[in-house]
C-alpha cells in the first residue's frame, strides 16, 4: 500500500486513500516526523515516547474527512497499545496485538527508506539524470531471447500470480476506531464515578469489563486524570489495588 504510506516526491503512486492534512501525507509521515524531531531510532520505545504529542497532533486535525481520520486512528490505537506495555510490563499481549505491534515498526522503518530513496530520485531529477544506458551496447540492435520453453500462457500464468500477491485493501475494523475515542469517554466515566464516591479500587473500575482494551484504557484515564491534578492515586505496596481518590479542590 504504498499510495497509502504517501512517498515524498511521487504523485503517479498515490491511491483514493492517499492523505494530506497540516503537512503530513498520512499517519506514517507525522509519525516519522516526531520520531526523527526527538531524534529518537525506529524502535518500540520510541514509538511509546511520542505517543502522546501524535494522539495531540490527530485531535488537532481540522477539515479532514471521516476515512482518512480512520488511518490516522488505527496508528493511534497501535501506539496506545505500546505505551501500555511499557508502562505495564506484566501485561500479555494476544499474537495479533503483538504483531500489530511489529508489523507498525516494520511499515516505519520501510516507510523511512522509501523517503530516503525518494530523495536520491528527487536529486536525480534536479540534475536531469533521467537516462542511464549501457555505453558498451550501444549500436548493438536489441534482441529478446526468451528461453526455450517460455509460451504466452506461462507469461499470462505469471502475471497472473504478481497480481494475486497484491495485498488487498481490507476495510477498517470499527473495534480498532472505538479503541482510540473512547478514552475521553473513560475519562468522563471515572470521573462521573468519583463524583458520587469520592474514593473507589481500580478493580471496582474495571469489574465490568469484557475485554483487556477496556483496561488498559480505564488506566491510561487514571493517568490522565492524576497528570490533571484531578486525582490522586495510591498503593500501599507492589501489585495491591490502586485506591483513586478525587481531589477536593477539582471536584
Do not use: C
Not at 80 to 87: A, E, G, Q, T, V
Not at 226 to 250: P, T, Y
Amino acid at each position: 500500500m504504498v499510495g497509502w504510506m504517501g512517498v515524498a516526491g511521487s504523485t503517479s503512486m498515490k491511491s483514493t486513500h492517499y492523505v494530506k492534512q497540516a503537512g503530513f501525507e498520512g499517519p506514517l509521515e507525522l509519525l516519522l516526523d516526531l520520531i526523527v524531531k526527538e531524534q529518537l531510532p525506529i524502535n518500540e520505545i520510541s514509538l511509546a515516547r511520542v505517543t502522546e504529542e501524535y494522539v495531540a497532533r490527530v485531535k488537532d486535525m481540522e477539515s479532514i474527512d471521516q476515512e482518512a481520520l480512520a488511518e490516522f486512528l488505527v496508528i493511534a490505537a497501535q501506539l496506545m497499545l505500546i505505551k501500555s506495555r511499557s508502562l505495564l510490563p506484566q501485561l500479555e499481549l494476544s499474537k495479533e496485538e503483538a504483531e500489530s505491534i511489529g508489523d507498525l515498526e516494520r511499515r516505519l522503518k520501510a516507510y523511512a527508506e522509501l523517503k530516503e530513496r525518494a530523495k536520491d530520485l528527487k536529486t536525480l531529477e534536479r540534475n536531469e539524470r533521467h537516462i542511464f544506458s549501457r555505453e558498451a551496447f550501444l549500436g548493438i540492435p536489441v534482441i529478446f531471447y526468451p528461453p526455450a520453453r517460455l509460451t504466452a500462457d506461462v507469461l499470462s500464468g505469471l502475471f497472473e500470480g504478481v497480481i494475486r500477491s497484491i495485498p488487498k485493501m481490507q476495510e477498517l475494523a470499527e473495534e480498532k476506531i472505538k479503541k482510540v475515542i473512547s478514552l475521553e469517554e473513560k475519562i468522563r466515566q471515572i470521573h462521573h464515578l468519583l463524583t458520587s464516591k469520592l474514593e473507589r479500587a481500580f478493580s471496582e473500575i474495571v469489574a465490568g469489563s469484557r475485554e483487556k482494551i477496556d483496561v488498559i484504557v480505564s488506566f491510561l484515564a487514571i493517568l490522565e486524570l492524576a497528570k490533571q491534578k484531578v486525582i490522586s492515586l495510591h498503593q500501599a505496596e507492589g501489585f495491591e489495588d490502586i485506591i483513586i481518590r478525587q481531589n477536593v479542590e477539582s471536584a
